[in-house]
């Protein structure tokens, strides 16, 4: 028996409908695949809704825009139901009941409406759709419409609508639309970078009716006596020319051939991929229902949007349910998201990092283009690979416009690449990939580290000037504490990783050092700098200095600014927050976690810790589950809770008031990270063995969580008693 708690926790629900969070509930209603993400837009379409069908992979450079954009596709969900001629909406006639629920486990989202027409009639309107995990391409849905009060003639009308655009930027055409039969296809392709796109629909209805089908509808009428119901299926297809050189009919081949199937086998292989999904990447916490009703949600996201069988794409900071940052790719899907993959899903986690390998050569470029060796990947990254972040923001109320620097001066982002190799490796011992694929991302940007590092003569130290690190607020800093060690970090593993290869496959190596010029001379400047790194510090509390001058800045007291929901730079004006000690997100205390013990003593911690977590704002998503993950190692499990929580809710409960954009995906992750290396403290030994060190929440009576350790999969149960 399923007890009441382990269902609940495994569904979403919205009852009543509450057409003032349409956008929050579109977002985190959102299905996917690993392909596609279709948001959770009703059937009938609302005013003010934001219907959205992203693709990985699929971008395109409107003119006159700033930057690429991944392309909303035409809306395959249209569907609409007249009863006795009074069209379905639930701002008209009257709603007698309405229960949405988003089904975790199966990937499944369904609506149920009690409608009450003005002549008097209910029907009972139950919408149901999920994208397929079995078959990546389609997206099913079936409606389905029981005549409960009444005896009414029904008519349903299904379209796909091509007249869609990116928030009023449009991205396609030659939009084509063909009809035949109970089949609707549209092809189009992007205006800029030209690929092809198709979606096509198959219908079956469960009665009897013949369809008629124009140019951009199918139709089906019947009558329904009372106390009978009937059912529509339709199966869209999704096609791009990333995925064959003839989309549309590979489109409308699998949606015939999936309807031939039927809703319900469709289901069962769809929920069967599920299980495997869930077999391996559930957690299970006992004692706190909010927290495992969190993690479902939040690994789902992760889930939904990790490319199965492309390894060309990657997950952006918003995944595939929503608009904002245009379906860029940042730091966030390293060292957020991958952990959880790496340990629980290794051949995703692959994907990903793949995805990266293949864009080398936008990193190369990039390093180029600003005078450096090797590869520096871009802050941005999109299908090709190349810097993508914009240079200047939207225009400010007063009309003016603020420069963005992340593009030019973030860096760290090639490190955190390098890491999450690393860690991959480490963890799944994958030395195939490493050798092949690995090494060479994390040699070519050590080789652009090694060009990029300034010798101070002065002070015989290497410096970094003009970074941002994890804190935006701050930009164009010397010597950013974190982006100093992480840089020293990653030098020391690159000559480490020479050392492997060198006597493990040192005919690869060979070829590899001579392509890359690894040279004995490289090889001895990245010695010197890792030993020579300068990295801001008080030398009496061991406290970092988050970058040069940051100690004198101006002390502000974040407890009076609360409630508060918008981020502290909003609120001061950009220009006065770069003068203030206050700051945007982890960043000591990121590199902390990225560090663990190797950070530094337990005591250099706990002050480093004190000093930076009263001064963080949050003002990022990614913030609360690093601060969860630390606090956690530093056993002050109620600051650690409370983060978590904050992290777990930050889309359910739309904490920062900005759901609409899309999933806030490194939050995501991060809650796993924090619950995994955090509270149940997993780790590698220097040996490579896996270890915990549990510092559990007082109230959780157990956790459960599964994760591979070099191939073997392994199940890690810790109980509050020890
Ligand atoms: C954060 C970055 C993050 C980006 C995308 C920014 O607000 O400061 O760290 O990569 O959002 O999520």
Redesign the pocket.
């Known amino acids: 028996m399923i007890s009441p708690i382990e269902q609940r926790t495994w569904l979403v629900s919205e009852s009543p409908f509450n057409p003032f969070k349409l956008s929050h509930t579109e977002t985190i209603f959102t299905v996917g695949n690993g392909f596609m993400g279709v948001r959770g837009t009703f059937e009938e379409g609302y005013a003010g809704d934001l219907a959205s069908t992203l693709v990985h992979g699929i971008f395109n450079h409107a003119e006159g825009d700033l930057v690429p954009d991944i392309v909303n596709l035409p809306n395959p969900l249209p569907v609409h139901i007249v009863v006795d001629g009074e069209v379905f909406h639930m701002t008209a006639g009257r709603v007698l009941g309405y229960r949405r629920t988003l089904d975790l486990k199966r990937a499944a989202l369904t609506r149920e409406v009690l409608w009450r027409t003005t002549q008097g009639v209910v029907v009972k309107l139950t919408f149901e759709r999920f994208a397929s995990l079995a078959a990546e391409h389609l997206l099913v849905q079936r409606v389905r419409v029981r005549a409960l009060l009444g005896s009414p003639k029904v008519e349903i009308r299904s379209s796909i609508d091509s007249a869609v655009t990116n928030e009023d930027v449009p991205h396609l055409t030659d939009i084509q639309q063909r009809a035949a039969e109970g089949d609707l296809l549209i092809t189009a392709r992007t205006n800029q970078s030209r690929y092809g796109i198709a979606v096509a629909a198959a219908h079956s209805l469960s009665t009897h009716s013949a369809p008629s089908t124009s140019a951009d509808q199918v139709r089906y009428t019947f009558d329904l006596p009372q106390e009978t119901e009937v059912s529509l299926t339709k199966v869209s297809a999704i096609y791009t020319t990333r995925q064959s050189k003839t989309p549309d009919q590979a489109a409308q081949e699998a949606a015939r051939a999936a309807l031939a199937k039927g809703y319900e086998s469709l289901f069962a292989s769809h929920c069967a991929a599920w299980e495997q999904y869930w077999h391996t990447s559930d957690v299970h916490i006992e004692g706190d229902e909010v927290a495992q009703k969190a993690i479902r949600f939040t690994t789902y996201h992760v889930l939904i949007a990790a490319p199965r069988h492309d390894e060309h794409s990657s997950i952006g900071?918003k995944t595939l349910s929503g608009p904002g940052?245009k379906g860029h790719v940042?730091?966030?899907t390293e060292l957020f998201m991958l952990p959880m993959l790496t340990l629980t899903q290794p051949k995703l986690a692959r994907n990903l990092l793949m995805y990266r390998y293949h864009n080398l050569g936008g990193a190369r470029n990039k390093a180029r283009a600003n005078g450096y060796e090797g590869a520096m990947f871009p802050w941005e990254s999109t299908d090709t690979g190349e810097e993508t972040t914009p240079q200047w923001s939207h225009p400010q109320p007063d009309g003016t416009r603020i420069r963005i620097w992340t593009g030019d001066t973030e860096q760290h982002i090639s490190t955190d690449i390098a890491y999450a190799v690393l860690q991959y490796w480490q963890w799944t011992g994958d030395d195939e990939f490493f050798v092949k694929h690995g090494a060479e991302i994390v040699l070519d940007t050590a080789v652009f580290w090694g060009s990029r590092a300034e010798y101070n003569t002065e002070q015989d130290r290497y410096e970094l000037k003009m970074q941002i690190g994890?804190d935006?607020y701050h930009e164009n800093v010397d010597n950013s504490a974190f982006t100093n060690s992480m840089v020293r970090w990653h030098l020391q593993q690159a000559l480490a990783v020479r050392q492997w290869l060198l006597a493990h496959h040192a005919q690869a190596a060979e070829a590899l050092l001579a392509r890359l010029g690894i040279t004995a001379e490289r090889c001895a400047l990245w010695e010197r700098i890792a030993a020579k790194m300068y990295v801001p510090r008080d030398p009496e509390t061991g406290v970092l200095e988050q970058f040069d001058g940051f100690f004198n800045l101006e002390r502000l007291d974040l407890t009076h600014w609360q409630p508060r929901v918008a981020n502290m730079d909003w609120i001061l004006g950009h220009a006065r927050a770069q003068g203030v000690m206050v700051i945007?997100?982890a960043d000591i205390v990121m590199l902390m976690a990225l560090l663990g013990e190797q950070f530094g003593t337990l005591e250099e911690r706990q002050a480093n810790w004190d000093f930076y977590y009263p001064i963080v704002d949050h003002g990022?998503?990614?913030s609360p589950s690093t601060h969860a993950w630390v606090a956690a190692r530093l056993n002050l499990l109620e600051d650690a809770y409370k983060m978590f929580i904050y992290a777990a809710n930050i889309d359910l409960e739309d904490l920062k008031g900005n759901v609409r954009d899309g999933i806030h995906a490194?939050a995501s992750g991060g809650v796993w990270q924090a619950l995994a290396f955090g509270f149940v403290g997993l780790g590698l030994a220097d040996n490579g063995e896996m270890q915990v060190a549990p510092a559990l929440p007082p109230h959780w009576q157990s956790v459960t969580l599964r994760v591979y350790h070099r191939g073997q999969l392994k199940t890690i149960r810790l109980t509050a008693e020890g």
């Open positions: 900071a940052y940042f730091w966030d994890p935006e945007k997100q990022s998503s990614l490194a």
